[in-house]
């Protein structure tokens, strides 16, 4: 039998391992909850790349805010930014109409025209011209005719964080910048929205012309079928207007009134 020393040895040993035990524990909580931290910040900075200014996006904003394209979208930083500014898109809504003018041949009757002279085009839906521009469908009511005009203007301009967020004219567009930008040479707009502004804009669901989805950190739309997107670009000077279809999931549909 183990004598009275060993026994009393053995039970200050255990008494020590008691506050080892918690001290060891206590660091491994303290190092978890900074690499918890460390990886919500990375997310934040994802999430805020839309924002421009003020604290990062929650990453619980939306399903959407969380961009898996949004490192195609190629951001710069404005001081390293040389480029033109824009021109000031048409704010003025008096001139653009979206009903066709009174007298046009319907949709039907151009379809027939097409199909009996063999021309492939397709009613309501934009192309994507090779340089990267978008051409508007023979169809499209003035306004979308403007909101492609628009986007033109700034098609392969620079991503810019907070781009075209103080004013319409900048060098630089971010997704909401680049959106608001395209609309308000329609005259649809009046004053440049951050992507989460288009959650509760316009009407809600998708429209006949155009079709915005908007979430807690990004925004993009699709005109005439055309998506206009600053994320999923070939390269920084990519356009935004692509052809390659992408998930809607988390995100919000709006569209213009009558569009």
């Keep these: 039998m183990p004598s009275v020393v060993a026994r009393i040895g053995v039970g200050r040993l255990a008494l020590l391992a008691v506050p080892l035990l918690a001290a060891l524990l206590a660091l491994t909580f303290l190092a978890g909850g900074k690499s918890s931290v460390r990886q919500q910040n990375r997310a934040n900075h994802v999430l805020s790349l ?31 930014v040389k480029h033109a500014l824009a021109r000031a898109p048409k704010t003025n809504a008096a001139s653009v109409t979206t009903h066709v003018a009174a007298g046009a041949p319907s949709d039907a009757q151009i379809r027939r025209m097409l199909k009996h002279e063999g021309v492939g085009l397709s009613a309501n839906r934009a192309t994507l011209n090779p340089d990267g521009t978008a051409q508007a469908p023979f169809n499209a009511p003035e306004a979308v005719l403007r909101v492609i005009e628009g986007g033109n203007a700034i098609y392969n301009f620079p991503y810019i964080w907070g781009g075209g967020h103080g004013s319409f004219v900048d060098k630089g567009y971010d997704c909401s910048g ?35 989805e908007a979430s807690g950190g990004h925004v993009y739309m699709y005109v005439a079928g ?34």
């Design 50 to 80: 839309d924002t421009p200014a003020g604290p990062p996006a929650s990453a619980t904003a939306s399903v959407g805010g969380v961009d898996s394209e949004i490192g195609l979208a190629h951001a710069e930083s404005r001081s390293a």
């Design 178 to 212: 680049s959106v608001s930008y395209a609309l308000a040479n329609a005259g649809l707009l009046n004053r440049p929205l951050v992507a989460a502004d288009f959650m509760r804009w316009g009407q809600p669901g998708r429209g006949k012309w155009i079709t915005i």
């Design 226 to 259: 055309l998506r206009y997107d600053t994320s999923g670009r070939s390269g920084p000077r990519g356009s935004r207007w692509q052809t390659a279809p992408r998930s809607n999931a988390g995100f919000v549909a709006v569209h213009p009134p009558g569009l």
